[in-house]
């Protein structure tokens, strides 16, 4: 039987295949090669049919041929319509984080590496950050800042400037939660 995910993968791609007269796309997702053809979708040369599948498929559905605005960047809970994701979105991506500050600190030169990023720019403020690019249109900028005497440590993630214009709302807050399980996935 199949999954209702597989099911919202091969109707995602069959629409995108019917506006495109492409039949072949390649990016990176989530550091990893992706290609999608009218058979499905490929991450790192593994059939994609579960959540990262949907995600794929709603960023290519929505990307566009618009420029990602980098800065400034957006708090998700200063996107429109994003009230209802908001917990889920602090719990699944900045405080799964927080307990790891410094090994991601540590790491900073291996997850840039692996998830195609680039050092934060310093108008972010934070003891360090980073920006990654789980799709080629949308960034997220990661802020942290350590723990001292008088305060605990934090993780902030923010968004490119247009990134909804490239997936719905609920696929960016998915996006930024897997891009952070990726994050905690090179630490171990």
Same mark, same amino acid.
């Given at each position: 039987?199949?999954?209702?995910?597989?099911?919202?993968?091969?109707?995602?791609?069959?629409?995108?295949?019917?506006?495109?007269?492409?039949?072949?796309?390649?990016?990176?997702?989530?550091?990893?090669?992706?290609?999608?053809?009218?058979?499905?979708?490929?991450?790192?040369?593994?059939?994609?049919?579960?959540?990262?599948?949907?995600?794929?498929?709603?960023?290519?559905?929505?990307?566009?041929?618009?420029?990602? =605005? +980098?800065? %400034? *960047?957006?708090?998700?809970?200063?996107?429109?319509?994003?009230?209802?994701?908001?917990?889920? #979105?602090? /719990?699944?991506?900045?405080?799964?984080?927080?307990?790891?500050?410094?090994?991601?600190?540590?790491?900073?030169?291996?997850?840039?590496?692996?998830?195609?990023?680039?050092?934060?720019?310093?108008?972010?403020?934070?003891?360090?950050?980073? =920006? +990654?690019? %789980? *799709?080629?249109?949308?960034?997220?900028?990661?802020?942290?800042?350590?723990?001292?005497?008088? #305060?605990? /440590?934090?993780?902030?993630?923010?968004?490119?400037?247009?990134?909804?214009?490239?997936?719905?709302?609920?696929?960016?807050?998915?996006?930024?939660?897997?891009?952070?399980?990726?994050?905690?996935?090179?630490?171990?």
């Amino acid at each position: 039987m199949d999954s209702a995910y597989k099911n919202i993968v091969r109707e995602n791609v069959r629409r995108l295949f019917e506006k495109t007269p492409t039949r072949r796309l390649e990016f990176q997702a989530f550091g990893k090669p992706c290609v999608i053809r009218p058979e499905g979708i490929l991450l790192d040369g593994k059939k994609e049919e579960d959540v990262l599948g949907i995600l794929i498929s709603l960023y290519a559905l929505h990307a566009g041929k618009e420029d990602m =605005v +980098l800065e %400034p *960047f957006h708090a998700f809970k200063d996107l429109p319509h994003s009230a209802p994701y908001a917990g889920a #979105f602090a /719990a699944r991506t900045q405080q799964v984080l927080i307990p790891r500050v410094e090994a991601i600190q540590k790491a900073r030169g291996t997850i840039l590496g692996h998830l195609g990023g680039t050092p934060g720019p310093p108008s972010v403020g934070g003891d360090f950050s980073f =920006v +990654l690019y %789980p *799709f080629p249109k949308i960034a997220l900028c990661y802020i942290f800042y350590l723990a001292d005497a008088d #305060f605990p /440590a934090s993780a902030t993630c923010l968004f490119s400037n247009n990134a909804l214009w490239f997936a719905p709302i609920d696929a960016l807050a998915d996006t930024a939660e897997y891009t952070s399980k990726a994050i905690l996935e090179l630490l171990d």
